[in-house]
């Protein structure tokens, strides 16, 4: 069973640009989170998906950054005009939602370091 | 609003030490906590978990007891090895009402043989 896979593992980008990351979960999990880590810090939520529906979303999260969930399996999240501030590890994972109560155990993938220069 | 508190590392230990990591947290409910650990070169990992007051959880030797009154969630082990050696983190997750997860800053353990 392949776990949490995430795409590109490294980006580096000039400022202003815009990057986009991907995460494919494990094949049978029905929810996906979104978390960014700085250097030194524990990672900080910034959304989360059931299927497709996008369930919460961080208030730290600013409007240049969007996640989609299409068609319930893989996610991708975009920044827009990236800044220094944007620097981070992007971590992605997922859980299995059975419809018992959470918490679910959330499977974490390795991570796309972001670096904007 | 919620927030976990590790204490800072790194912790350095000899093979066969006994380990404590302290960890309390601030929530305005009745928490699930957790016990996660980053390997080098690897993804978060679960460790262990428990979803209400007074339950322990354990898993490779390592254990940690969910304290309401002294809103605490310790990690400890008895016999560290070098293999041990990774970053602890944290967590709490304010479950069924939302599924994120908050986390602490994290404590490297390193382990010397």
């Known amino acids: 069973d392949t776990g949490v896979s995430q795409d590109p593992r490294h980006k580096i980008t000039k400022r202003g640009q815009n990057v986009t990351f991907r995460c494919d979960p494990i094949?049978?999990?029905?929810?996906l989170y979104w978390y960014r880590q700085t250097l030194g810090q524990g990672p900080e939520f910034l959304t989360y998906?059931?299927?497709?529906?996008?369930?919460?979303k961080s208030r730290l999260l600013s409007d240049r950054f969007s996640a989609e969930r299409p068609k319930g399996s893989f996610s991708t999240l975009e920044i827009q005009r990236t800044e220094q501030g944007d620097s981070a590890m992007y971590l992605c994972?997922?859980?299995?939602?059975?419809?018992?109560?959470?918490?679910?155990?959330?499977?974490f993938g390795p991570g796309t370091r972001l670096t904007v220069t | 609003g919620d927030s976990v508190t590790q204490m800072e590392g790194p912790v350095t230990l000899s093979e066969e030490a006994f380990l404590t990591i302290n960890c309390t947290y601030t929530?305005?409910?009745?928490?699930?906590l957790f016990w996660y650990v980053q390997y080098p070169g690897e993804g978060l990992q679960l460790l262990l978990k428990?979803?209400?007051?007074?339950d322990k959880g354990s898993n490779k030797g390592f254990e940690a007891t969910y304290r309401k009154e002294t809103t605490s969630f310790h990690l400890e082990k008895g016999s560290v090895q070098v293999s041990d050696s990774a970053v602890y983190f944290c967590?709490?997750?304010?479950?069924?009402?939302?599924?994120?997860?908050?986390f602490g800053t994290g404590t490297r353990l390193q382990v010397f043989p």
């Open positions: 994972a997922s859980s299995l939602d059975r419809g018992l109560a959470a918490p679910y155990e959330q499977y």
């Open positions: 998906f059931q299927n497709e529906a996008q369930l919460e």
């Open positions: 094949s049978e999990h029905n929810r």
């Open positions: 967590a709490l997750s304010e479950a069924p009402n939302t599924d994120k997860l908050i």
């Open positions: 428990a979803t209400k007051a007074d």
């Open positions: 929530a305005t409910g009745y928490p699930s």
